[in-house]
C-alpha cells in the first residue's frame, strides 16, 4: 500500500437496547464517546429488539420505543453517513446463524453468563430467549466480521463468549469468522443525580427530579437544574467529596462547554450558586433544544425510514454471505 493511501479503517459494531428513555448522563458519557467513534471506526449501529424481548414488553411502547431511540441517537450526532443503522429483527439472518451457533455452545457455557444468573434470580419462570440470548448477541457480531465491540467492563463476558464460539467453530469448520475484541470504553465523564449527587444519574431514580431526560420540557429541566442539591459552602470550586453537587454542575458545564474545570472554576469564582446553576441550565437547554428540533424533525419522517432502509440493505448483503458460508460449512446443503 501506498503510503499516501488510505488505510482501511478497522470495523466496530454496537447494540442500542430499545428503552426509549436518555439521560444527560447517558448523553455526556456514552453518546457523545460515540461521536468520536464514527469518525475512526466503520461503525455498524443496530437497535437489539430482538433482545429486548427476552423480558416481557409492552408492544406498543416497544414499537415506540424503537424508533424514537433512532430518532434521538441521530439527533445527538450519530452520522448515517459515517453509519450502518438498522434494526435487528429486521434481518432474519441474525436469529438464523444463532441457531447454527447455538448447536455450537455448550449449556455450561451460558448457565455460568453472569447477567443470566442475577437475572433469572429475580423470576423463576424466565424465558429460553434469557439462557440463550448471549448466543443471538454472538451472532450479531460475528455476522460482520467486526474488529471491535466496545463495551462496558460488565459486558465483557458477552464479547468473551462470542470469542470463544468463533474460536471453536472456526477449529471444526475451517476458518469462517474474524474472532473480535472488546473494546472497553474509557468511562466518559459520570453524571450523577442532581438532588442524590452521590449516585449516578438513572432513568430508574426513585426521585426523578434529580434526573434529566432528553426530551424534557426544557422548563422542567431548568426548574430540575435551579433544585439541585448544593451545599452552604457558599464557593463554586470542584470537590467531589466535599462538594458533590456543585462538582456535578461543574462537570455538566465542563462536558457541554468544552472549558476545562480550571477555566470554569476560574470563570464563575466570584458567582453565588444561583448564578453559576442558571449559567448550567442556559447551556444544558440550549444543547437539549438543538437534539430536541432534529429528533422533532425526524421522528415521524420519511427520511428516519430512508435511513433504516438504507441500512438493513447493507446490513442483509453481509450477513447473508456469513449466513450461505456456515451453512457450506456445516452440510446444510443439497
Known amino acids: 500500500m501506498k503510503r499516501d493511501e488510505k488505510m482501511e479503517k478497522k470495523k466496530m459494531l454496537t447494540g442500542l437496547q430499545p428503552t426509549g428513555v436518555i439521560t444527560l448522563g447517558n448523553y455526556i458519557g456514552a453518546i457523545k464517546q460515540m461521536v468520536d467513534y464514527q469518525e475512526k471506526y466503520d461503525s455498524i449501529i443496530f437497535i437489539a429488539d430482538m433482545h429486548a424481548i427476552t423480558i416481557p414488553q409492552d408492544p406498543e411502547t416497544l414499537a415506540n420505543n424503537i424508533r424514537q431511540l433512532i430518532a434521538l441517537y441521530i439527533a445527538c450526532g450519530i452520522d448515517p453517513k459515517k453509519n450502518t443503522i438498522f434494526l435487528q429483527s429486521e434481518n432474519p439472518y441474525h436469529a438464523n446463524i444463532s441457531w447454527m451457533l447455538e448447536c455450537n455452545t455448550y449449556f455450561g457455557e451460558l448457565s455460568r453468563m453472569t447477567q443470566f444468573k442475577d437475572k433469572s434470580k429475580k423470576n423463576a419462570n424466565f424465558s429460553a430467549g434469557l439462557f440463550t440470548y448471549p448466543v443471538l448477541m454472538a451472532s450479531d ?27 471453536r467453530f472456526n477449529k471444526k ?22 438532588q442524590s449527587p452521590d449516585k449516578k444519574m438513572s432513568k430508574s431514580s426513585e ?124 452440510g446444510l446443503r443439497r
Open 207 to 330: 426521585n426523578q427530579k434529580g434526573v434529566i431526560r432528553l426530551l424534557d420540557d426544557t422548563a422542567v429541566i431548568r426548574k430540575k437544574i435551579m433544585s439541585a442539591t448544593t451545599d452552604s459552602m457558599g464557593k463554586i470550586n470542584f470537590d467531589i467529596e466535599n462538594q458533590p453537587g456543585i462538582s456535578n454542575l461543574i462537570n455538566i458545564y465542563v462536558s457541554l462547554s468544552g472549558m476545562s474545570k480550571e477555566d470554569v472554576v476560574e470563570k464563575f469564582a466570584e458567582s453565588n450558586y444561583g448564578t453559576f446553576k442558571t449559567a448550567v441550565a442556559d447551556l444544558v437547554v440550549e444543547e437539549i433544544e438543538k437534539i430536541q428540533k432534529r429528533y422533532n424533525d425526524l421522528i415521524n419522517s420519511e427520511e428516519l425510514d430512508r435511513i433504516l432502509d438504507v441500512g438493513i440493505e447493507k446490513a442483509l448483503k453481509t450477513s447473508r454471505e456469513k449466513y450461505e458460508l456456515m451453512k457450506q460449512k456445516i
Open 173 to 194: 469448520y475451517g476458518e469462517t469468522f474474524k474472532v473480535p475484541e472488546p473494546l472497553i470504553r474509557a468511562e466518559g465523564t459520570k453524571i450523577m443525580d442532581l
Open 141 to 167: 457480531i460475528l455476522a460482520y466480521d467486526v474488529d471491535y465491540v466496545p463495551v462496558g467492563i460488565d459486558q465483557k463476558q458477552h464479547v468473551e463468549i462470542a470469542r470463544d464460539i468463533a474460536i
